[in-house]
Structure formats: C-alpha cells, structure tokens
C-alpha cells in the first residue's frame, strides 16, 4: 500500500533536484536524483523483504476468566532473515469486556535472527465473550512510501469471562421471603415430617448458614447442641422457585453504565440461586440462550457454577422483542435491565416479583431495586 503524503514529499524532492540540475549545477544535479532514486528502490525492497522474513504470533495466558481476574496478552515477532527489518507497526484491540493500560500501538524494529515480544495485560471487567486480537500488523519502508502487512495466522482470539457469584446479605428482605416461601412451613408441633432416604419419618441437619430459612431450624436440637441446627430437605422438596432472565438490555446511552446494569442484573439473579442451592431448596432458571428459550434445574452449588459459565453465550438484546417467556405462574422473579411497562404489566395481579437494576420509575410492591455493595447485593424497596 502506498503511502500518498509521503509519495508526495518525496516527488518534490525530486522535482527540486531536476531545477538544481538545470538552473545551477547539472554534475550535482545528477547524482542528487540518482540518490534520491537508489534510496527509494532500497527502502522499497527492503520493506518487501521484511515482510516475508518477518513471522508473528498472538500468544494468550487463559482464555477463561472470572470477572477481575487478568489475561496476559502477548505478540510475538521474529525475524528469521539476517539484515534488521524496517519498520513494524501494529495496532492492538479489546472489546469493552476489558481494560488495560498498557498501549495499544506498537512501533519497533527487530534485528536479524532475533525476536520481540510485546505483552500487555487485560483486565475482564464485564462478563460474555470478550475478543482481544491485532487490528493491522504491516511494516513500513524507511521513506515512509508504502506499507505492507505482515501475515498473522490468529489475529483474534475469544476469552470467555465468567460473571461473579455475591453473596446475599441473609437480612435482606427478598431474599428472606424467598426462602421462607420456598420451605415448608413446618414447625415442631406440626404432626407432618419429612421423610429420610431411607423411607422412615425424620430429619437429618446440617449447622445453620446464613441465608437459611428459620422455618427450617430444628430448635430443640438447636437448644441441646447450643448452635442452630436445620433440617436437610431430604425426599422431598419445597415450591420450586423460578428465576427469568429478562432477555432485553439496559437503555442508558453510556456504554459503561448499560454493560454496569445489565452486569448487575445476571449478578444479582446468580447471588440468589446459590443461595437456593447451598439450602438445599429446589430452584430453576428460565433464559433466552440464542433464538429459544432454555429452562435449567438448579439444585446445587455445582450446577448454579455451570450456569455462571454458561452465561458467557447469554447477551441481552438493544430491543424488546420476544423478552419474556409465556405461560409464567407460581413462584417467580423476573431480572431486569429495562423496567419499564412490559415488565408492569407482567407482574401486575400476580404475586411475580422483580428484580431491576438500577433504577426503576415503576413503583410496586412487586419490584424491588437491586445494588452491589462491596462483595454482596442488596435488594431494595
């Protein structure tokens, strides 16, 4: 590729040196023009050299992060030829899942039988499919002439880069309903029990986490032992809650702000499910995988991490086609980015409620607001 600004300046120096030729000293003249010539054939083929003796490579530390974590990003160049090359300049590239602060441009020259290397490290601020790569990789010849690129067998590569998983502060009131709705409403009066594995009438327990339902806390075991103990949910299950991921993105027009809310959202719902899973109460989660919408069982701590990796493919839409699932009843909590009259009208006359990031101009009792307060989420009236 030629390079017209300095095409031009070079075709002026030789234009000078023809008047030096004819007006003042022709001798002088002549071999002003014969060295601007043989300057530029140099450069020129020494450019073209370069771009054949000189192999790159894109070398990548991990390409699965959780967000926080850093991938270090590395091109390579080698020069197999013996003169040094001309110049090499590329240009480096993120997508807005990333941050770094190194620079993205790069301008050297490596000496023959030599290598280079360039590392720059990213940052995964925002969970999905992030793509980190080479924009362009050329050399120049030392006039500046022309470019002309220098072949990259990968010149992009996708990391995958998983959302958080917060905790949930266990006095938080969603939460606590939640898990009170989704228990039995049991008590030790009661004359109905659970029944073990093993078919008989009883319990077993586990020591109280934060998060459990109090429905669930055996106090008389609780009162022997002096800590809280609960029953463990075995051969039978509570109401199963269902959790929907609004599939339509935040509205905001600061690119960071949209990527911050809709963050939220998939955060907070995955803040909720474990806490289902680590009290053992049966849960499942309704999401727009594509052009279908999926319905995932989660009951452990396991399954809510395979969710939190497949979440990467999730991406929320800029419209608000075909956002919400049919046919919804029961328990269940709508995560939004968009609260607008969609989402009012879906929740209005039921008892669904809605989880909404961060803000919302709809005011119900149904819809509570959500924020990130250091490790955990809170959810607010």
């Known amino acids: 590729m030629i390079n017209i600004k300095s095409l031009i300046s070079y075709l002026l120096m030789i234009g000078l040196a023809v008047l030096y030729t004819l007006f003042l000293e022709p001798a002088g003249g002549c071999y002003l023009i014969i060295a601007l010539t043989a300057a530029a054939l140099i450069s020129v083929a020494a450019c073209a050299r370069s771009s054949h003796s000189l192999k790159a490579s894109l070398d990548v530390s991990g390409d699965i992060l959780s967000r926080g974590d850093t991938s270090v990003i590395s091109l390579v160049i080698t020069n197999n030829g013996i003169l040094p090359s001309t110049f090499v300049n590329a240009e480096m590239f993120s997508s807005y899942h990333f941050t770094c602060d190194a620079p993205m441009t790069v301008h050297t020259c490596v000496f023959g039988k030599s290598t280079v290397r360039f590392t720059a490290e990213h940052r995964a601020e925002f969970f999905g499919k992030g793509k980190i790569g080479i924009s362009s990789l050329y050399v120049t010849d030392f006039l500046g002439l022309c470019r002309m690129k220098i072949e990259l067998p990968k010149a992009m590569t996708e990391i995958k880069v998983c959302p958080d998983i917060p905790g949930v502060n266990s006095r938080e009131g969603l939460a606590r309903s939640l898990t009170d709705a989704a228990a039995f409403d049991e008590s030790e009066e009661t004359t109905q029990s659970l029944y073990a594995v093993n078919g008989t009438p009883g319990y077993e327990h586990r020591k109280y986490e934060p998060g459990d339902s109090l429905k669930l806390i055996n106090w008389k075991l ?50 909720l499910l474990m806490q289902f899973a680590k009290t053992e109460l049966p849960s499942k989660v309704m999401i727009k995988l594509g052009d279908t919408w999926e319905t995932i069982p989660v009951v452990t701590t396991e399954d809510v991490g395979d969710l939190r990796y497949r979440l990467t493919d999730f991406t929320f839409s800029p419209d608000g086609v075909a956002r919400l699932p049919h046919g919804v009843e029961g328990h269940t909590v709508v995560f939004t980015a968009r609260c607008d009259n969609v989402i009012s009208d879906f929740v209005s006359g039921t008892d669904i409620r809605c989880a909404v990031a961060p803000s919302s101009d709809i005011r119900t009792e149904n819809i509570w607001l959500m924020a990130r307060d250091d490790d955990d989420i809170r959810f607010i009236r």
């Open 222 to 271: 609780s009162a022997k032992r002096g800590e809280f103990y609960v029953r463990r949910l075995e051969g039978a299950s509570g109401a199963e809650q269902t959790f929907i991921l609004d599939k339509a993105g935040s509205r905001s027009t600061d690119p960071y702000v949209m990527h911050s809310e809709e963050q939220l959202v998939v955060e907070g719902m995955l803040a």
